[in-house]
């Protein structure tokens, strides 16, 4: 799978979540935060606070945002696969690149536009990293902003601090947590959600590859959890052809449960897939869980799917439960 097509989904997701979500208070007399579950720390300017339910800050007054992204990848590997072209085929125009120095390590800037349906939107993208890890930064506003918080915002990225030898735990921040697994670890982290993969699984994940992603459900209403449950499964243009649904309703630790089982075949490559997805719904909001493998391997990853969907268990958005 494309890993310029899987970092601008996520983003999407985050500026989406962005505009829904609320803000925690700022520290009090910290300049730089602490981004929960990742190693890096920003610099808050003025009137931006920790966002909740997606590891970055936002300006509630503005919709301003920075998102924040770690990839379990090298930056020479991820940087191959970031060019105009990319960009262009997902709506965006790259204006300009910049190399820059980022605490010793080489990074680069693209400065970009985006028609949105609601106006223009300014966006900084900043990539550094090592031979192991890359770091995104991405930062968005409205262009009708970007005289007055521009400057702000790319500040904010090149004034971000990674501390590349921090032990994480994984599930901070996010206000639910999963069992320790055997099989699968954490490669990524969305808004108020993470993707799992094989621990054997190699830094580009191919669709061939079983992942498991975890995300709140972004539906402004309130459905019947099977309808609900439908259609998270099935709108997009991701996965087409569905077929041979099997349902259940499930109870998840105490909370009300939808599964759905079906097989579909991913756009891009024409591949067959086999898809769980399963709804729980909590007091706060609707979260989704998804596995996804080929239909060679689906036995072999069903029992892991099914065992991590039902540990799922809501915490404090400060601490994981482990």
Not at 105 to 130: C, Y
Not at 173 to 190: C, Y
Not at 191 to 202: M, Y
Not at 221 to 227: L, R, S, W
Request: proline content about 6%.
């Amino acid at each position: 799978m494309d890993r310029w097509k899987i970092l601008i989904s996520f983003l999407s997701l985050m500026f989406l979540s962005a505009a829904r979500l609320g803000a925690q208070e700022a520290p009090p007399d910290e300049v730089y935060a602490e981004i929960p579950g990742t190693r890096i720390s920003l610099r808050l300017p003025e009137g931006f606070s920790l966002a909740e339910g997606f590891p970055g800050i936002v300006r509630q007054d503005s919709g301003a945002v920075v998102v924040t992204m770690e990839i379990a990848s090298p930056l020479e590997k991820v940087l191959a696969g970031v060019n105009e072209q990319e960009m262009a085929s997902d709506g965006m125009k790259l204006l300009r690149s910049e190399k820059v120095s980022m605490s010793g390590m080489d990074g680069t800037l693209f400065h970009i536009s985006q028609e949105d349906p609601e106006g223009a939107v300014r966006k900084w993208i900043l990539f550094f990293g090592n031979e192991k890890l890359t770091v995104m930064l991405a930062a968005s506003a409205s262009e009708l902003l970007e005289a007055s918080l521009g400057k702000t915002l790319e500040q904010c990225l090149l004034t971000a601090k990674w501390d590349a030898a921090k032990t994480l735990d994984p599930y901070a921040g996010m206000g639910f947590s999963l069992r320790e697994s055997d099989v699968f670890e954490i490669r990524g982290r969305r808004p108020g959600g993470v993707l799992l993969a094989r621990k054997e699984a190699p830094d580009e994940l191919t669709p061939a590859e079983p992942i498991l992603v975890v995300y709140p459900s972004a539906s402004p209403e309130v459905a019947p959890i099977e309808i609900l449950a439908m259609r998270q499964l099935t709108e997009g243009d991701q996965f087409i052809g569905f077929a041979n649904f099997v349902e259940r309703p499930l109870t998840v630790n105490g909370l009300n449960g939808y599964e759905i089982i079906a097989d579909a075949t991913e756009s891009t490559m024409s591949l067959s897939v086999r898809i769980l997805l399963v709804v729980v719904r909590t007091s706060e909001k609707d979260m989704i869980i998804q596995g996804i493998a080929a239909p060679e391997s689906w036995e072999k990853y069903l029992p892991e799917f099914h065992a991590l969907a039902e540990s799922f268990q809501v915490t404090s958005a400060g601490h994981s439960g482990h």
